[in-house]
């Protein structure tokens, strides 16, 4: 795989920390992997020169921080420039005084908006408003149909005419529809269309003269590439959209597409659609948009996931026992259930920023973690308590019990041990310590 | 220049030798691809620079400062741009660039010659041949499907098509429609069955009645998708079990708007299914489809076809001078 834009940084600024300010010598050298960076991640070209003439020009003489290497001062400023243009707050629907507020979903064919509007609905559910869908895609075959098992699917009702060619008339009687039945919501699913299809472009206008949306939001594909800027000032100019989801986030792509579509237009990003299950949808967050594009390592996100997967209770009192250094392989079995709850480990590894190259690529492999667990399930609760107590025979009954030899059982009570005592050093106070890396390998 | 669909389904014959003059068929050919522009609006003319006026001045820095913005702007990626310059600049450096015209052809051959020559064909020689389709949410396999029924129903075969997206809601459906469409019988389970069932009856089906072709639609999913990658290798297998050699072709929808993320979909795919050639859809947008630049230079994977519109006719054999061209010019 292609190293991280900070290992770049450091290959050509060097490792030292604290070293002065950064020379133009630098600084143009940084500006040309940023540069690289922002290409392979799809921003548009245009932007890109205009971002890196800005951020070159603050970087030029910028003081580098006692504790940063040059590369970490540069990318904290492209970081920072980038949430800036990304704008920094999660932004919000708006949401008319006078119910029913009219959604109207926008996008190029293929982008997801068919199964975004469902999402939206269910968001909306939770969040107390009784929403309804319109079905105005009349072109694609088996469209309505599809939005009416996804309404089924979140228990909310679908507008539609069947047999009509009219989307324009399907609209405006799914907004009366919804506001006689007192719902408070409606969002227009439409034919997904070419920004350059002057016919469907002017059908989408009409629709707009008719029920006068009060949010309009293009369904942008997070993979989108160079060409997202025509798309996005397309829409634009056309029906004026008031924000944007963006779909596919579940994927690898970088998503430069985000960026350049909030440069050229300036609308804001508000959700993010992030996997195949309905739920999979959240507010946008563009700090984190920014270090995934980046390539950094988007340590919110990681930290958002451990939270979710961690019972709260469970990580207090383990951040407890870390404390008194009382860690226990039951413990361990618990973290690691809730680690890998959360995906394969070698994926959260990688979302973490500054995590050595070598332990980044170390193969982590999932079936030596089965092996693992099935070790510490064949201790009794109190060896897993006590693990001094495991002497010979009670080695040699778990490596039975789980099927692995007992020299793997042996191995892996003295890389717990190993793992304990750098539990206290943690728990004393210093710096994480450097991991060595064989503990990693081998379920650890 | 653009070839004929019996040149490029292996296995049809070439229509009886019609007294059809040279001419009229050459004039058949570009009529093909000016209907393909013709297509296109205004808007898009207006938007695309006219680079084939502006580009070529003198032979300087800006030259090539701007044949790498039009490249990268494309979605050629920075690995195939940077190939293509250093190539032109090679040739320039030869004294084999002198003015605008042979500027042109040497960037035309420089991308040409990326993709791989020998291999645009799809192989529906068997009885019955497989062909699998297969890509991320969105990028165009269903219509693909439909559009490539059509265009071996035109050429004489008989098609069945499988509706092996037994996962997306109405995905059974919208493939059914299409088989109304084209007139093909459509082999199908209920929603949230297996797959790997509904082919293997196509499969049957097609041998019983006789048919020539099986076209598997599957569902859209993301190359990252574990689980999802690891169904499709299923399928895959399922159909190697009962017909040795195949599936025949394996084809990867990537939308033409698609930037660098698509590399990385035809790497991930192509080794969980053995793609054989790529189909570059929607490419009657404003996007200029370079990741198939960046695709066929990485992986040398071959563009079977493009997608060039919704509807049954809207599909072309793949032209990599044609496609070189529209990349560069308005
Ligand atoms: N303009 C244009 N639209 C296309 C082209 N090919 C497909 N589409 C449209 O893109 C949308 C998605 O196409 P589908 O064939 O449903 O894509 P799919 O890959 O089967 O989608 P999933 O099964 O949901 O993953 C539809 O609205 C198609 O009409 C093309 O070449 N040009
Ligand atoms: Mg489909």
């Known amino acids: ?444 | 220049m653009t070839r004929n669909w019996h040149e490029v389904f292996k296995g049809v014959a070439p229509p009886e030798a019609e007294a059809a003059p040279a001419e009229e068929i050459e004039e058949k050919k570009r009529g093909w691809f000016r209907r393909f522009k013709v297509s296109l609006s205004k808007s898009r003319e207006a938007m695309t620079q006219r680079l084939s006026t502006i580009m070529f001045d003198k032979l300087d820095a800006d030259l090539w400062e701007k044949l790498e913005e039009t490249l990268i702007f494309a979605d050629c990626g920075v690995a195939s741009t940077v190939e293509i310059v250093e190539r032109m600049e090679q040739a320039a450096n030869e004294g084999e660039i002198s003015d605008q015209q042979q500027f042109f052809s040497q960037l035309e051959k420089a991308i040409v010659d990326i993709f791989p020559a020998d291999s645009y064909q799809i192989d529906v020689s068997h009885q019955p041949s497989v062909i699998l389709v297969v890509g991320v949410n969105g990028t165009g396999k269903t219509t693909t499907v439909g559009k490539i029924a059509y265009h071996l129903k035109k050429e004489g075969k008989s098609v069945v098509l499988a509706a092996a997206d037994t996962f997306r809601a109405a995905a059974i459906e919208q493939l059914s429609e299409w088989g109304k469409r084209v007139d093909c019988p459509v082999v199908r389970q209920e929603h949230g069955s297996d797959p790997g069932a509904v082919v293997f009856d196509a499969i049957a089906a097609a041998r019983s009645r006789g048919i020539d072709v099986v076209i598997v639609d599957t569902a859209g999913r993301l190359h990252t998708q574990v689980p999802l990658m690891e169904e499709l290798k299923k399928i895959h297998r399922v159909v190697g079990k009962q017909i040795p050699g195949g599936p025949h072709e394996v084809l990867l929808t990537v939308d033409a708007t698609t930037g660098q993320n698509g590399l990385i979909q035809a790497r991930l795919f192509g080794e969980a299914v053995d793609v054989s050639g790529v189909v570059l859809t929607k490419l009657d947008g404003t996007a200029k489809g370079g990741i198939a630049v960046a695709i066929a230079h990485e992986l040398n994977l071959p563009i079977k076809l493009v997608g060039v519109g919704e509807q049954t006719e809207d599909l072309r054999p793949f032209d990599p001078g044609d496609f070189a061209k529209a990349l560069f010019e308005a």
């Open chain 1, 1 to 444: 795989m292609f190293d991280t834009l900070s290992d770049k940084l450091q290959n050509v600024l060097g490792s030292l920390k604290g070293q002065g300010r950064l020379s133009e010598d630098d600084v143009n050298k940084a500006m040309r992997e940023i540069r690289l960076a922002l290409l392979e991640a799809d921003v548009n070209f245009k932007v890109v020169k205009q971002f890196v003439a800005a951020v070159k020009e603050r970087a030029l003489g910028e003081e580098v921080l006692e504790s940063l290497t040059p590369g970490q001062q540069v990318i904290k400023i492209v970081h920072e420039e980038l949430v800036k243009l990304m704008g920094s707050a999660s932004a919000k629907l708006t949401m008319s005084p006078k119910p029913p507020t009219v959604v109207l979903m926008v996008g190029l064919q293929g982008s997801g908006k068919t199964t975004t509007v469902a999402k939206l609905a269910k968001h909306l559910v939770k969040q107390g408003k009784r929403p309804e869908l319109v079905a105005c895609d009349i072109y694609r075959p088996a469209a309505i149909d599809q939005l009416k098992v996804l309404g089924e699917q979140v228990g909310v009702p679908v507008f539609s005419i069947d047999g009509s060619n009219d989307a324009v008339e399907i609209a405006r009687k799914g907004v009366e529809d919804a506001a006689a039945a007192g719902r408070d919501v409606v969002i227009i699913d439409t034919a997904g269309r070419l920004h350059i299809d002057e016919k469907l472009m002017e059908e989408l206008v009409d629709i707009r003269k008719q029920v006068r949306p009060h949010d309009i939001l293009l369904v942008l594909d997070s993979m989108t590439g160079q060409d997202a800027v025509n798309v996005a000032e397309q829409f634009q100019q056309q029906v004026n959209f008031d924000g944007v989801i963006l779909t596919k986030l579940d994927g690898d792509a970088r998503g430069g597409a985000a960026l350049s579509v909030r440069a050229v237009t300036g609308k804001p990003i508000i959700f993010a659609s992030t996997g195949e299950k309905l739920n999979a949808f959240d507010a946008f967050h563009p700090d984190r948009m920014a270090s995934r594009i980046l390539g950094m390592g988007d340590v919110l996100t990681l930290i958002e996931k451990a939270q979710q997967n961690i019972d709260e209770k469970k990580a207090l009192e383990l951040e407890e026992k870390i404390r008194k250094a009382q860690f226990t392989f039951e413990d361990f079995l618990d973290q690691m259930q809730s680690m890998r709850k959360m995906g394969p480990l070698a994926g959260m590894l990688a979302m973490i920023p500054g995590i050595p190259k070598q332990l980044r690529q170390a193969q982590i492999d999932e079936r030596e973690l089965d092996r693992v667990e099935a070790i510490i399930r064949s201790m009794t609760p109190e060896e897993r308590r006590s693990p001094e107590i495991l002497n010979g025979s009670r080695r040699k009954r778990i490596a039975t019990g789980s099927g692995a030899s007992v020299q793997a059982v042996n191995q892996l009570i003295s890389k717990f041990k190993q793992m304990q005592k750098l539990m206290k050093q943690f728990a004393g106070g210093k710096k994480m310590p450097n991991i060595p890396p064989e503990l990693l390998r081998g379920g650890f």
